[in-house]
Nanobody, 115 residues
Framework: QVQLVESGGGLVQPGGSLRLSCAAS????????MNWYRQAPGKQRELVAV???????NVVDSVKGRFTISRDNAKNTVYLQMNSLKPEDTAVYYC?????????WGQGTQVTVSS
């Protein structure tokens, strides 16, 4: 079955950096677009970054210039490099992919930005 396992979250001070990883199994990874979402307390889940199977990337305006999404098809892994973190980036971050039948989600990893 499809599994997405996130790692790399934690507590970081404002201005700091974290790199999230999402290891995928059960799919032919290199043909799937991969996404990072986040959900802050009391807010709806929002799309943060996308990387297509061909490596085209896009990020939401609020993280542009600070977050970078990348993938390593040899490792079946997608990354989210987060720099210059702000308190408003605090959220649970989820890895996602989808096919014509359904969405697949990881369990999420908590990112807390606080001094």
């Amino acid at each position: 079955q499809v599994q997405l396992v996130e790692s790399g979250g934690g507590l970081v001070q404002p201005g700091g950096s974290l790199r999230l990883s999402c290891a995928a199994s059960g799919i032919i990874f290199n043909i799937y677009d991969m996404n990072w979402y986040r959900q802050a307390p009391g807010k709806q889940r929002e799309l943060v970054a996308v990387i297509t199977s061909g490596g085209v990337t896009n990020v939401v305006d609020s993280v542009k210039g600070r977050f970078t999404i990348s993938r390593d098809n040899a490792k079946n892994t997608v990354y989210l490099q987060m720099n210059s973190l702000k308190p408003e980036d605090t959220a649970v971050y989820y890895c996602n992919t989808r096919n014509i039948r359904r969405d697949y989600w990881g369990q999420g990893t908590q990112v807390t930005v606080s001094s």
